[in-house]
């Protein structure tokens, strides 16, 4: 690998040291930082109240907190990893720092866009915060009507303001990304040369534009019949609760493919460069992650099987189910069949990237046993259902967004992290996880219901082991706050392509100047030109 | 600490089955990939002198065979698993008919007979049972894990579930839709007795009159029998063995009177009305409890069986 002239420009971090001119910046690496402090700030929140919840079951009765706040604590949980960690992880973060980078671009279609979708996202963290300190909401992050509308005496109202103001914040970045993909990229980056995290966030921002506003009008059509009592979805106004529920799931659930489809695509980066390989089947890679964005429009349903809805409604939505399944498993053969004469390196983000495949396999997997529609009739609203989910966006989601962060934390910060203590922070979340989530699937099966203050003592064993691996889990989410946060002051200085890797955002120096490059970079014929039998530099 | 779970209706043991089928499907191709990962992570560490020529960047058929397989396999347990789900909602001639009415935060069960319980539900073994399940207030789920069924109580409508206990003894029964406060402790057992048992304990439950005896002194109570009895001036549908007849509406739709349409004339008359009379009927919402209505419903159909 060629050694690349630094560039003799300040980097963006010197671009200016005030508070003033970070929260003017429009330079999309800076809001992409900020976006990291306001995300960073909402996971340690959100974590928060999953330490409270699992302190709570390590004791059948409900001894720690009452009924209520533990009510209000799930849904605290729930509302602040969806909307204000997980949807906006990786895109808003990774995404907003990289893409442009990715494809050769000064910077994204429209940056006063971009920074005000910041704004956005921190007016909407305010009123959500002001929601915990008026006392709390106990409708579970899902609002199901009529008890959101009619028989919950708590903050729904603000709560609601909340995510509905968040959503534009993710309608705008969407927006943003799909602009830029299509009109910034470098000469010579044709559409089957853009890496796959760049396709990753390109078919997310599609399902944050469509399906977000359908949120938004759910939570206001929600707002006017608590507030003014219009009839929608309380059968007592005449309304109906499950439409309610097609509404919410028509977004929730291809959020869940906004949260898991941009980890894929950082999965992708890492265990190309660590294996030395080029991504096996880089065209069908691209389609699987199409089809998801695809077919996760049409299978809202399967959160209904109990509902009421149809019978044959529901026989549809397992099918569709079903079938969304099918691109996650090329997904995971793939990065196996990446591995196969590789030149494997086990770095940190390769020890994240490799746990992620492992544990969104056993995640997806147990997908299939929800989709099985008779089956989710004993399952769903137990803590299988839990388990099922968190695998995918914790084990998946988290893993990814931390391997993502070592793997660009060179480029980013311009510093090398403590690769040792990066590793035993890795195989501390792996063990800890696995410990807090696997007992929650033989609790689901046995029949232990969600959102339980208290539960049978039969199930005390079980919780007892969730609750020390959440414990293991906490500490290995605090190590890297250390550990990076030591590095960006004491961590050695980083070349600009440490792990020599392929990606154009490593053609410039790290960390990069305000306009990315100097001169606009050549773009390789094939993504990922990596060879195993090359030793690294 | 229980291992394992009672497999006491009919559904269960097909439930299990699927369930262990997908156990061993997604153990084995797990076990297949993890044990490939760690083949390829020591086999092909970086420190290990090793041939990694030729390794290709894509290769078709592998691409199609590992879409295609899962396709066909997903296809099969998609149509398994449909086919167990139809019977849960498939109406068994004979099934006896259970009412339940979720409230927060209790369950209310009410036999054809009048026989009510609340938080417990008394079953024979062997004896189909048809569940009519409504909620007076949020969204409730009546989980009976032993059985491996739940099914949602909707405000404003019905929804069904039928089977057969098939082992006596006593089961939990939960809520598992979040309800507010006191949604864990929404529950309470379920007792599965063998039939001479079971008779032994409807007989105790003494003297009260019947569901459908209930449902015509309701009928009286709330003025229904006012305009809609033979002999009244007010120009109204008649309504004995209207169960299950199929109605015309002013509209031109023809429905069939089953429960829900039942319920929703009673709450909603404006919605359906009957061909050749005027919409006068007020709405009985706020007057006519969940258990009322179904009491009302149970003497209808009382009204049926007695024609000749």
Not at chain 1, 283 to 292: E, Q, R
Not at chain 2, 9 to 22: E, I, Q
Not at chain 2, 142 to 152: G, S
Request: aromatic letters at 14%; a neutral charge.
């Amino acid at each position: 690998m060629s050694v690349i002239a630094a560039t003799g420009q300040p980097s963006y971090l010197e671009e200016g040291f005030s508070l003033w001119s970070w929260i003017t910046t429009r330079d999309h690496k800076r809001i992409a930082i900020l976006y990291m402090v306001a995300i960073t700030a909402f996971f340690f929140i959100g974590g928060a109240a999953a330490a409270m919840i699992r302190l709570e079951l390590v004791t059948p009765r409900g001894d720690l907190v009452t009924a209520d706040t533990y009510n209000k604590l799930f849904t605290v949980h729930g509302v602040v990893m969806v909307w204000f960690f997980l949807i906006p992880s990786i895109p808003a973060t990774l995404g907003n720092f990289l893409i442009p980078l990715m494809i050769g671009a000064r910077e994204v279609a429209f940056p006063r866009l971009n920074i005000l979708s910041w704004y956005i996202y921190v007016l909407g963290g305010i009123f959500v915060i002001y929601t915990l300190i008026a006392g709390g909401v106990d409708t579970g992050w899902t609002f199901y009507t009529p008890f959101s509308t009619l028989f919950s005496n708590t903050h729904v109202v603000l709560a609601v303001m909340g995510v509905f103001v968040v959503g534009f914040s993710s309608i705008l970045t969407g927006l943003n990304f799909i602009v830029t993909v299509h009109r910034m990229r470098a000469p010579g980056m044709t559409w089957f040369r853009m890496p796959l995290f760049v396709w990753a966030n390109y078919a997310t921002s599609i399902i944050m534009v469509l399906a977000t506003p359908v949120l938004a009008m759910t939570l206001v059509l929600l707002a006017l019949e608590r507030v003014l009592r219009v009839g929608i979805f309380d059968p007592a106004l005449g309304g109906d609760p499950l439409l309610f529920q097609h509404l919410f799931w028509f977004y929730s659930h291809p959020a869940v493919y906004i949260m898991v489809l941009p980890a894929m695509g950082v999965v992708s980066e890492i265990i190309t460069c660590f294996a030395r390989k080029r991504i096996f089947g880089y065209k069908f890679m691209c389609y699987a992650i199409l089809g998801i964005a695809g077919f996760g429009f049409l299978v809202w349903g399967h959160h209904m099987f109990v509902s009421g809805q149809s019978m044959y409604a529901g026989m549809v939505f397992s099918a569709l189910s079903f079938m969304v399944a099918v691109p996650s498993a090329i997904k995971v053969f793939n990065w196996t069949a990446t591995l196969y004469k590789g030149s494997i390196a086990f770095t940190a983000p390769m020890l994240y990237a490799l746990g992620f495949v492992g544990l969104f396999t056993v995640g997806g997997m147990t997908g299939l046993y929800l989709a099985a529609i008779a089956l989710d009739v004993h399952l769903t609203d137990t803590y299988f259902v839990i388990a099922h989910f968190h695998y995918i966006m914790v084990g998946g989601s988290v893993m990814a967004y931390l391997g993502g962060i070592h793997y660009w934390w060179p480029k980013v910060t311009g510093r090398m992290y403590n690769e040792a203590w990066g590793r035993v922070a890795a195989l501390i979340i792996f063990a800890g996880f696995n410990l807090t989530f696997f007992p929650q699937y033989i609790l689901g099966y046995l029949g232990m219901p969600r959102r339980y203050h208290e539960y049978p003592p039969e199930f005390q064993v079980l919780n007892i082991l969730s609750s020390a691996g959440a414990s293991i889990l906490a500490v290995g989410y605090l190590l890297p706050l250390v550990y990076l946060g030591w590095s960006l002051f004491k961590g050695p200085h980083a070349p600009p392509n440490p792990w020599d890797a392929r990606g154009l955002e490593w053609k410039t120096s790290s960390p990069p100047p305000k306009d990315n490059f100097v001169e606009t970079p050549a773009v390789d014929p094939v993504p990922y030109s990596y060879s195993p039998e090359v030793k690294p530099a | 600490m229980k291992w394992y779970i009672a497999a006491a209706s009919d559904v269960a043991p097909k439930v299990d089955a699927l369930f262990f089928t997908l156990l061993a499907v997604t153990g084995i191709v797990a076990a297949a990939i993890f044990v490939l990962i760690v083949f390829f992570c020591i086999r092909y560490r970086r420190s290990a002198v090793v041939d990694r020529s030729g390794a290709p960047a894509n290769w078709l058929p592998l691409e199609l065979g590992w879409t295609l397989t899962p396709l066909a396999i997903f296809l099969g347990l998609f149509a398994w698993a449909a086919y167990v789900y139809g019977s849960f909602y498939r109406d068994v001639p004979g099934a006896m008919p259970i009412f339940v009415v979720g409230k927060q935060w209790m369950w209310k069960i009410e036999h054809a007979d009048g026989r009510r319980e609340i938080d417990e539900m008394h079953l024979p073994v062997g004896q189909p049972v048809k569940l009519v399940i409504a909620s007076e207030d949020v969204i409730h789920s009546f989980y009976m894990p032993a059985f491996r069924l739940k099914q949602d109580a909707v405000p404003g409508r019905y929804t069904t579930l039928s089977f057969t206990p098939t082992q006596t003894g006593t089961y939990d029964l939960r809520c598992s839709e979040y309800c507010g406060t006191d949604h864990a402790r929404m529950g309470g057992t379920i007792t599965v007795l063998a039939p001479q048992d079971f008779a032994m304990w409807l007989e105790k439950g003494g003297t009260e009159p019947d569901m459908a005896a209930r449902g015509f002194a309701a009928f009286r109570r709330l003025g229904c029998s006012g305009c809609h009895d033979a002999r009244s001036s007010v120009h109204a549908p008649d309504l004995n063995g209207i169960y299950g007849r199929i109605v015309h509406l002013q509209d031109g739709r023809s429905v069939i009177a089953d429960e829900g349409y039942i319920r929703d004339s009673i709450l909603l008359p404006k919605r359906d009305v009957v061909v050749g009379f005027e919409p006068v009927m007020p709405s009985f919402a706020g007057q006519a409890t969940e258990g009322d209505i179904l009491e009302i419903i149970a003497y209808l159909k009382s009204t049926g069986k007695a024609r000749p």
